[in-house]
């Protein structure tokens, strides 16, 4: 299997090491597994699912984790959400209302799996976290992801920007600081030292 490296890859890592400083959840949900992300998320109490079997065979020995298998049937690895049908979109969301959230707060949603489940599994969930990140919170990326037809009533929204890649976070306002944007600033300045290709990084609230 060819592991994919880049700075695209990686780019919610600001968001997601501000969230951890800011909020230090007690309880992270990662949705689709990534050698930027999951290695975030590893050292705390977390669950991991997967849909690519292979992957997480790999990731699995590599991080010495459990992960969890979340098998689509027929759905391929990038078909999107309105490609599949009805059916399976209910099969989707029935999943992921099934999973057994323990009743820590703050809890956290990390969101970057197959394209098909992104939409379902936030509006899915979204109740039963305090914080959610997705990735690739891009013009393409919320084409691609249906980004836009998340429920976010009652969280504010920010989105990290870059010329490549972005991701969003939704932070419910009753928990919401008012820090995330100074806090990723610094850690941008740091991912920016390790990845000086990305030379245009920031974050906003929408």
């Keep these: 299997m060819i592991i994919v490296q880049g700075y695209e890859w990686a780019t919610h890592q600001p968001l997601i090491r501000a ?8 309880f992270i949900l990662e949705l689709g597994i990534g050698i930027y992300s999951t290695p975030l998320f590893k050292n705390h109490n977390a669950m991991f ?5 292979d992957w997480i065979e790999l990731m699995s020995k590599e991080l010495e984790i459990e992960i969890i298998h979340h098998d689509l049937g027929g759905i391929h690895d990038y078909d999107l959400v309105n ?3 009805r059916e399976q979109q209910k099969e989707i969301e029935k999943y992921y209302k099934k999973i057994s959230i323990p009743k820590l707060k703050p809890n956290l949603l990390f969101v970057d799996q197959v394209p098909s ?3 379902i599994s936030i509006n899915a969930l979204r109740d039963k976290f305090d914080i959610i990140i997705y990735h690739d919170d891009d013009e393409q990326g919320r084409r691609l992801n249906y980004y836009d037809l998340i429920n ?4 504010n929204y920010y989105s990290l920007h870059t010329d490549r890649t972005g991701a969003g976070c939704m932070i419910r ?6 820090k995330l944007i100074e806090t990723a600033e610094n850690y941008i300045e740091l991912f920016i030292e390790e990845w000086p290709l990305c030379t245009n990084m920031y974050v906003d609230s929408r």
Excluded: A, H, M, T
């Design 173 to 178: 306002q009753k928990l919401d600081n008012g």
């Design 152 to 155: 976010r009533e009652g969280f």
């Design 49 to 53: 699912i997967e849909n690519d079997k």
């Design 83 to 85: 490609q599949i049908s």
């Design 19 to 26: 969230v951890l400083d800011l909020y230090k959840p007690k």
């Design 117 to 119: 489940c992104r939409l």
